[in-house]
């Protein structure tokens, strides 16, 4: 298929010339042994094979003809016009889908984008099929938007404590980017995060209990590989206690040795454990494990010391993206992919400049700073990986495919009662929850309207007055931001006086955000407030006073309308904290526990 979509006789000619690509002999046979995957690596030119170690971004919804604007993008940061020409030039192993990158426009159009991508690397003398990735976490971390089937993120899950929702949740998801052709999915994060000042983890990690995250993680370990989509375990070794955001500094994981043993490592065990075919390496420094002062990513005693030898994993090691500064303080961007090798990793993801860091590997092999057996054992980990996944033998997809996976009825019921399982409810004083349809039903909603998650419909304020509206409410949406001006502030407080009850949309909430000084002054009007944190359930211990409280853990649609159908009293709350909430005041004291969630 090519990407305008082609006869189903070319896709079969498509499909036939893999096997012709791929055959030793000129014989398509089953990769049933690793001697063949051997066969294949030993055939390959040392550019060859220096290519298949990275995975890389590309501009454009085609392979082959991109928009004007993608062009432009692809030349000024990789050197080539199209995905086509950036596989034929370093015959890369992988590509990374990206919204902002505009690959993922619709089910579709992504389908032919993989298939173009597929067919320029089959094309070319030893073609190998593409594994083509991307970061669908669901929650606030995702790629591909509706019609796909948005579900759950992580901490909404860790909420519900259910194996069987988050195997659930992973099977869905992989079903449908396996229609797509995406093979590879960056998720599920292993981290535990344990500090609620965490900037970059939060809501992306299913919660602060080391056991708890672990077989959540698992669970959607065996979802997405049993849908044949590699699931990917990050960021290695645990990026759950850090106040530094590692795409924009370096941070230090001060954990003791034995800390790690009980905090951080258990997920990761339990995703080997679980059979997982990747786990991504964090740009973080963990004194307690390598003194030397190196990221993790770069790490020899870290990804060789304890993830292959004491952990016993021989999967495929990915990194997280060059381009993030944790890994690039210390080292130039030539630097970091050898010494990502040399300490263990299998796939070199996004770097700034492919140019530099292709023949960076490249030179390094050539003057024998690594040896081409190191590249060969990466690109067999990633070949049995391929293998593994089918995508030797069957690297296409079809229209008819996607129309039968993605954003089907069955998967969007099911998103939608898993997500009546999270929503948790922190306070409700004086049963002020649920809201009458009767005596409140003239309802006002503000919040702070956050930028939607990729592909989602927002903003969180109209998505929730709608939602309101469909359950019999008579439902308004004012957007007031996440930092309201005192204009803002006084033409919601007016607009609350003439309504029956007030709905808040609460995000970060910090000591001297003017979010506090909206809702007490809402509070004052003597309506009826209800807040809905819309991302961190931290926000609840800022806003003491509030009498009724919910935490949905996203502000994706799936949440806010599951939000709502608790607070018109359609379902009952059943989500329950998997983070400690901690008083404002006194940081030492448990406002409310792992476990707290009311019900009615």
């Known amino acids: 298929m090519r990407d305008s979509g082609t006869t189903r006789r070319a896709l079969l000619a498509a499909t036939a010339g893999t096997g012709a690509a791929l055959a030793l002999g000129g014989e398509a046979q089953p990769y049933d042994s690793d001697a063949r995957l051997r066969r294949i690596v030993a055939g390959m030119t040392l550019e060859e094979k220096v290519g298949q170690l990275f995975v890389m971004r590309v501009y454009g919804h085609s392979a082959t003809a991109p928009d004007q604007a993608d062009i432009d993008a692809n030349l000024k940061e990789i050197g080539v016009r199209t995905a086509a020409e950036l596989i034929a030039r370093y015959r890369v192993g992988g590509i990374i889908y990206f919204s902002w990158a505009h690959n993922t426009r619709d089910p579709h159009q992504i389908a032919d984008l993989s298939n173009g991508i597929q067919q320029a690397s089959l094309g070319l003398p030893r073609g190998l099929p593409v594994l083509i990735s991307t970061d ?20 909404a899950l860790g909420a519900n404590a259910s194996r069987t929702d988050a195997r659930t949740a992973g099977s869905i998801s992989g079903a449908e980017l396996r229609a797509l052709g995406i093979r590879q999915d960056y998720a599920p994060v292993a981290d535990v995060n344990v500090n609620p000042a965490n900037p970059v983890i939060g809501v992306r990690s299913f919660g602060a209990d080391p056991n708890a995250v672990a077989g959540l993680v698992a669970a959607q370990v065996t979802g997405y590989q049993r849908a044949s989509v590699a699931a990917t375990a990050k960021h290695f070794p645990g990026h759950g206690d850090t106040a530094v955001d590692s795409h924009y500094g370096f941070p230090v994981i001060e954990h003791t040795r034995e800390q790690w043993n009980t905090i951080d490592a258990p997920p990761f065990r339990a995703a080997i454990r679980a059979g997982i075919d990747s786990i991504m390496t964090a740009h973080i420094m963990v004194p307690a494990l390598d003194a030397s002062g190196d990221p993790a990513t770069l790490s020899r005693p870290i990804l060789t010391g304890i993830l292959r030898e004491e952990l ?29 090798l040399k300490a263990g990793v299998d796939q070199l993801l996004n770097p700034p400049s492919l140019d530099i860091a292709w023949n960076a590997v490249l030179t390094a092999v050539r003057q024998g700073e690594l040896t081409e057996a190191r590249l060969d054992a990466s690109i067999l980990r990633v070949l049995r990986l391929k293998n593994r996944l089918g995508l030797l033998d069957r690297p296409y997809v079809t229209h008819a495919g996607v129309d039968r996976a993605v954003g089907v009825t069955g998967h969007l019921g099911a998103a939608d009662r898993i997500a009546e399982r999270t929503t948790t409810l922190l306070v409700n004083e004086r049963k002020l929850l649920p809201l009458s349809r009767v005596t409140q039903k003239n309802v006002l909603v503000v919040g702070a309207d956050p930028a939607s998650p990729s592909g989602t419909t927002g903003p969180p304020t109209t998505v929730l007055a709608g939602a309101l509206t469909e359950l019999g409410f008579t439902a308004t949406a004012l957007s007031t931001g996440t930092a309201p001006s005192a ?43 209800v807040c809905v944190a819309v991302r961190n359930p931290y926000d609840v211990a800022q806003l003491p006073a509030v009498q ?24 009952r709350p059943r989500g329950k904290l998997p983070v400690p909430v901690l008083d404002a005041e006194d940081p030492t004291r448990v406002l409310y526990p792992i476990g707290h969630g009311l019900s009615y």
Do not use: C, F
């Not at 669908?136 to 901490?155: D, S, Y």
């Open 312 to 340: 016993g994993y021989d999967g495929v090691v990915v990194t997280d993206s060059l381009g993030m500064q944790g890994v690039r303080e210390k080292y130039g961007d030539d630097r970091v992919p050898v010494l990502a």
């Open 487 to 529: 204009a803002v502030i006084a033409r919601a407080v007016a607009a609350a006086g003439e309504v029956d009850a007030v709905v808040v949309g609460t995000y970060n909430v910090s000591a001297t955000s003017s979010q506090r000084t909206l809702v007490a002054q809402l509070l004052a009007t003597g309506r009826p407030v």
């Open 548 to 571: 009724a409280y919910l935490a949905s853990y996203s502000w994706t649609d799936v949440e806010l309308r599951a939000a709502a159908r608790v607070i018109a009293g359609r379902v």
């Open 136 to 155: 669908q976490e669901h929650g606030i971390v995702g790629r591909v938007g509706k019609p796909a089937t948005l579900l759950p993120g992580a901490m």
